[in-house]
C-alpha cells in the first residue's frame, strides 16, 4: 500500500483511531478537537473544538455517525458531555452533562438510540433526536471499558475492577429498557466491546496480575451467557474488539502479536508478533487484516496465513489507533496525532475524469467557470492534470485560468444552441454540456399571424420573445388580450371563440413590447343532441313518447336533422326512420337500461328506468345466513331467526323499501319491526305475517319444534326392585324450556350387574332385569344423549321368602328358664330376606312375637315353631328338671311314646331345615364372592 496523505500532528491520540462515515473522515485527538476532513485529500472541512479552555489534554475515544449526525464524548475539568453534532457543519445539535462519561471508549449507535458507558458504572442508552436518557444500567461499581455492541435487541458490555481485586464480567441487556439479561465473570480484567457473530458474543480479558500479562479469547451464547469455548495464552486484551470475516476471528493483544482464530472452536491458526504493543481493534478487508502496533509499524497481514505482506513506519510516537477502511483506503492515527491515509493500487491515482459542473447554461455573449476533477479507481477525489480544453461544437470558446488548467472560463457566442466542452489529461477525458441560452428581450412574434376559427372553438396561439439577434427566449410570458367581438383569451393564449362571427385581433404583451394576430370568426356546426323528457322513468308494461332535437355547441336547435334510436332496455320505435319521435316500450322486468339516440356521427346516452308496478305480492321467507326457506318451517323454541318480505308487482319485479308490518300468530314467538323473529319457548305452530297498510298480506307458516336437548328425566314405577326382577325405565329428553325433544338415540349404562333391553328404536324405554343377588345393594343407571346425561340409583331387594331356619343357642334348658330364638329367611336365591313377620309357637311353655321363650314347669320335649309366607322351622327343645334317666322313666307310657315320636319328628324336619339353611347361606356367600354356589363346606 502506498500512504497518500498525513495531516500535521495535533495532541497525541491514544486508544482511539479515525471513523470513516457518511463521506467524511471523523478523528478526535486530546487537545479536545474534533475534525472533519475529505477523506481522499487530506483537506479538513471542518474542525470543532469541544474543551474548556484549560489546556489540559483528555483522553478521546471514537464518535458514532448516524443518519447526518456525529455523536461524541469529549472529557473536561467540569465532567464529560456528549454532544450531537452536524456531520455536515460540525454545529451543535443538542448535548447533555451529568454521566461521568467514559470519554475514551466508541459509542454505538441502534434503532433511534445512543449507547455508551460512563465511569461511575453506568452503561446507558439515550434518545439519538434529544438526548432524553432511556435507561441506564449499573455495573456495581464496576469500570466499564471498552465500549458496547448492540445486535438483536440485545446490548452487550465488558467491566473491570478498577481496582485490580476482582475479575472483569461481561454484561447482557435488554437493547430497550436496559434490564439485565445475563452476567458472566471473565477470568481477568474485561476488554473491548464484544464482537457479535455466529449467535455467540466475543470478548478478550486482560490479567495484570500475571507477569508478563496474560489474557484469553472467551466466545459466549450471545443470548444465554454460557461460555462456548476459551482460548488462553493470549498476551491481553486492551481496547481491540476482534474482526470476524464470516469463518475466523482476528485480534491484536498486548503481547504485541496479531493472533487468527477459528470462531467455531477456538483453535489459534497463526500468530504474527510485532516488536511493540497492540493496543486497539484490526480492520479486515478483502482477505487481509490491518493494524498498528506501538512500534510505530502499520501492518498488512495475510488473513488465511498470517504472513506480514506490506509494513509502513508511521512515526517514532508509534500508534495505539484502531484502522478505519473504505473505498480502496485504510486511516488510522499515531501516539502525536497525526492522521495517516494508506491506499491500496490505484488509490489516489488518477483512473478517470469529469467535469463539474456536468451541465451549465450560458447566455449568448457571456462565461461561465468550470473544473475538471479526478478520482482513482475507487472513484476516490485524486490529484491530476494537466488539462486541455475545447469546444467541441464551436458555440464558444476557453480560456484557462490555472496552472495545471484544472479550471477555465467558457466564453459564448451570438447563437444558441447545444455545445459539448471537451477536456483531457493524458488518455482520459470528459465532457460537459452548455447550453447557450438568448440574449436580453427585443420583441414579440405572435403566431399563426391570420387565423380563421369555427365559433365556439378554441385555438392556441403562440408568442415568442425574441433578443436583437432572433434568439427565441424561453420562459417568457405574456399577457393575452382580444379587441372585438372574436371571444375570450386565456394567460396561455388559449382563444375560446365567440358564438358570433366576426373580425378582432389577438395580442401578446411583455413589458413595453406587444405581438399582434388577425382573427376572423367563422359559423359552427352540430354539437349535441338532447331528449324530451330529459330523465326517462316509466312502470313495467308502459309506454313513453319521446321527442330528440339537436343543437350546436351554443345552444341553438339544428332543424332537418335525422335521428337514430336504439335501446338496451324495452323497445324503441320511431314514427318513422330517422324522425326525432319515437315511442319508449318499457316491457314487463323492472331495471335500467340506456337508451341511445345519435345524429350527425354525435350520440346521446340516457339512463332508462324501468320500475316496478303497483304492489301485487308479498312473500315472506326465513333467511338463515345465505340460505332462503321458503314454504312451512320448523323453529327451535327460543332461538331466533330472521324474516323477510319480498314485495313484488304483478310481472315479479322486486319493490323496494314497501313499509310492512309484521306480527305473528299463533303464539309461536314475537317479532321485531324489521324481522327478527324469537320463537316461543313453548311448542306449538302458528304464522309469521308481513302486511301493507292495504290488507294485503304474505305469510309463513312456523311450527316450534323442541330445541337442543338440556336435561334428561327418567321416570320408572320404584326405585326398589326385587332380585330377578323386571323394571321399564323410561327416559325423557327435554330442552332448556321443558319441551319433550324426540330427536336423538338414548343410550343407557349401569355401574353394577343386571341387563338393559331397549324396547325402543331411540333407546328411550328400556326393560332393566335386576341381578339374583342383593349384593351391591344399590345400582346406579345412566341415560345418556349427547353431552347431557342423567342418573338413578336402584335398590335391589330379597324376593318373597322361600326359606325359613330357626336359629336356637342351645337344645336343653332348665325348667322355668327363658331362651331367645333367632330366624333367617332367605328368597329363592338364598338371599336374606329382611322385614318379614315371624309368627311364633311353642308345644309348651310359652314364646313372644320376639322369639323368647319361657320353659314350662314341666320337664320334657317343646317344639318351637317359627313360620312366615306359609313357610315354618321346627326346634326341638328338652326342659330338664334332673339328670337324663328320669327322662327315659317318664316316657314309658303310651301318652309318653306319642310325645317322643313327635318330638322326633319335629327333630328330623329341624335338622332339615337347618341343613337347607345352612346351605342357603353358604349359596348367599359364594354368590358375594363370585364362586357361583361351589361345594366348599360351612366353615
Known sequence: MSQLWTSPGNTAALYSGPIYAEGKLFATSIDQFLRARDPFLGTTIWSRYLGDGSGIPFYTGWPAV?????????????????????????????????????????????????????????????????????????????????????????????????????????????????????????????????????????????????????????????????????????????????????????????????????????????????????????????????????????????????????????????????????????????????????????????????????????????????????????????????????????LGTTVPLSANGDQVLYVSGVVTGTDSLHVAAGALSADATVTITPGAFDHVDVSPGVANIVAGTTMSFNADAKDRFGNTIPGATFVWNVTGAIGTIDASGLLTASTQVGIGFVTATMGLKTGTAIVAIVPGALASVALQPATVSLEAGSNLALHAEGFDRYGNEISGLRFGWATTIGSIEPIETGSPAAVLAAGYLAGSGNLTISSGGIPLVVRVVVTPGPLDRIQVVMVVGSNRFEGPVDIPAGTQRTFVAETTDRFGNVIANVPLTWSVTGGSGTITSNGAFTASTTVGAGSVIAMYATGMTGRQEVTIVPATPATVDIGLTSTSLAVDSNSVIVATVLDAYRNANPDGVVTWTTTGTGTILSLTPDGRSILYHAPITTTPASVQVTATIGAISRAISLTIIAGPPVGISIDSPATTMAIGGTLAFGVVVTDQFGNAVTGATIAWQATAGSINQQGVFRAPSEAGLVVITASTAGRQSFVVIEVTSGALDQFSRQATSATSLALILVTVIAIAAGVFLFVRYREARRELRDMRKGGGGGTGGEP
Open 66 to 394: 448516524a443518519n447526518g449526525v456525529v455523536y461524541v464524548i469529549y472529557y473536561t475539568l467540569s465532567g464529560g458531555n456528549l454532544y450531537a453534532l452536524d456531520a455536515n457543519t460540525g454545529d451543535t445539535i443538542w448535548s447533555i452533562a451529568g454521566f461521568d462519561f467514559n470519554a475514551r471508549i466508541p459509542l454505538a449507535y441502534a434503532d433511534g438510540m445512543v449507547f455508551g458507558e460512563a465511569r461511575d458504572g453506568r452503561v446507558f442508552a439515550l434518545n439519538a433526536t434529544t438526548g432524553v436518557v432511556v435507561w441506564t444500567y449499573q455495573t456495581n461499581g464496576l469500570f466499564p471499558w471498552g465500549g458496547v455492541t448492540v445486535a438483536a435487541g440485545t446490548v452487550w458490555a465488558s467491566a473491570l475492577d478498577p481496582s485490580g481485586t476482582s475479575n472483569g464480567w461481561v454484561f447482557s441487556l435488554d437493547e430497550m429498557t436496559g434490564a439485565l439479561r445475563w452476567s458472566y465473570a471473565l477470568d481477568g480484567w474485561g476488554g473491548s466491546a464484544p464482537l457479535f457473530a455466529q449467535g455467540n458474543i466475543y470478548v478478550g480479558s486482560f490479567n495484570q496480575a500475571t507477569f508478563p500479562a496474560t489474557g484469553t479469547l472467551w466466545a459466549l451464547n450471545a443470548f444465554s451467557g454460557t461460555p462456548v469455548w476459551s482460548t488462553p495464552g493470549f498476551g491481553g486484551f486492551w481496547f481491540d474488539t476482534p474482526a470476524y470475516d464470516g469463518t475466523n476471528l482476528y485480534m491484536g493483544s498486548v503481547s504485541g502479536a496479531f493472533s487468527g482464530v477459528d470462531a467455531t472452536t477456538g483453535n489459534v491458526l497463526w500468530q504474527t508478533s510485532t516488536s511493540g504493543v497492540i493496543f486497539s481493534s484490526v480492520g479486515l478487508a478483502n482477505g487481509y487484516v490491518f493494524g498498528t502496533s506501538t512500534d510505530g509499524g502499520f501492518y498488512v497481514l495475510d488473513a488465511a496465513t498470517g504472513a506480514i505482506v506490506d509494513t509502513h513506519f508511521l512515526s517514532g510516537a508509534g500508534s495505539a489507533s484502531s484502522v478505519a477502511i473504505g473505498k480502496g483506503y485504510v486511516w488510522m492515527d499515531d501516539a502525536s496525532g497525526t492522521v495517516y491515509a494508506y491506499g491500496a493500487p490505484g488509490a489516489g491515482v488518477m483512473a478517470a475524469i469529469e467535469v463539474a459542473p456536468g451541465t451549465a447554461s450560458v447566455s449568448v455573449g457571456l462565461a461561465a467557470l468550470f473544473e475538471a476533477k479526478a478520482t482513482d479507481v475507487y472513484g476516490n477525489p485524486s490529484p491530476g492534470g494537466p488539462y486541455s480544453w475545447s469546444s467541441a461544437d464551436g
